[in-house]
């Protein structure tokens, strides 16, 4: 089993471009989510998604869409990005209370 | 408001020392626990978690944690320190019909040999 995997590792994009981040899992868990990681502020929620076809908005979800096509993928797009979204981003899913998280993607927008 | 308070951004320690890494939580009922570990360059593993129960918790690598109620505290300890703990730590915690996580800062350990 693969777990949860992120596409790509590492990205560097200009200032209006945009990308899509993808995530993956094959551990048949109904819940999955997008966090983002930057240094001396921990992970904070951008969005989350509670089963296919659903998703809400996390703490921090300006600059970024999403998208539950199936249970088993969830992307992360950014339509134009900007400098302040510069960070790593970090996919999870949910078993009953515990989350699994990918291996990351480290974005830079110059 | 929910928070996650890790007071200690940076601890060093020597190789087989023993560690306690500070975790308090602000949370309106008795919320769901977790340490998780990642080493540079890598994803968060799960150090260990608590639900319910025995308020002392066992996790991997030799972990354990204590949750105080009345301190709303879960801090994180180790007998003995190895230098491959070397890495940063996160508390958190789980809330909500999401179940999303609130994260502390982190504490980065650093283990001197």
Same mark, same amino acid.
């Given at each position: /089993? ?16 945009? @990308? ?6 094959? @551990?048949?868990? /109904?819940? @999955? ?7 001396? @502020? ?19 979800? /300006? ?23 510069? *960070? ?7 078993? *009953?209370?515990?989350?699994? +998280? ?9 | ?22 975790? /308090? ?8 626990? +977790? ?27 030799? #972990?354990?944690?204590? +949750? ?5 505290? #879960?801090?994180?300890?180790?007998? *003995? ?33």
């Amino acid at each position: /089993n693969a777990g949860v995997t992120q596409t790509p590792k590492f990205q560097v994009l200009k200032t209006g471009q945009s @990308m899509t981040l993808q995530c993956a899992q094959d @551990m048949n868990h /109904n819940s @999955m989510y997008w966090y983002r990681q930057d240094p001396g @502020m921990g992970l904070r929620l951008i969005y989350y998604s509670a089963s296919e076809g659903t998703t809400d908005k996390g703490e921090v979800p /300006n600059g970024y869409n999403v998208s539950r096509l199936n249970k088993r993928e969830f992307s992360l797009r950014l339509e134009s990005a900007a400098p302040s979204q510069t *960070s790593v981003y970090f996919c999870a899913t949910l078993d *009953s209370y515990e989350q699994y +998280f990918g291996p990351g993607t480290r974005l830079t927008v110059t | 408001a929910q928070s996650v308070t890790q007071p200690d951004i940076h601890i060093t320690v020597s190789e087989g020392a023993s560690l306690e890494l500070r975790c /308090n939580y602000s949370y309106g009922a008795t919320p769901y626990l +977790f340490w998780y570990v990642q080493s540079p360059g890598q994803g968060l593993q799960l150090l260990l978690k608590y639900f319910s129960g025995d308020t002392l918790v066992q996790g991997i690598k030799g #972990f354990e944690a204590e +949750f105080k109620r009345s301190q709303s505290s #879960f801090n994180l300890r180790k007998p *003995s320190v190895h230098w491959s703990d070397a890495a940063e730590y996160f508390c958190a915690f789980s809330s909500g019909s999401a179940r999303q996580l609130t994260f502390g800062s982190g504490t980065q350990l650093t283990v001197l040999p």
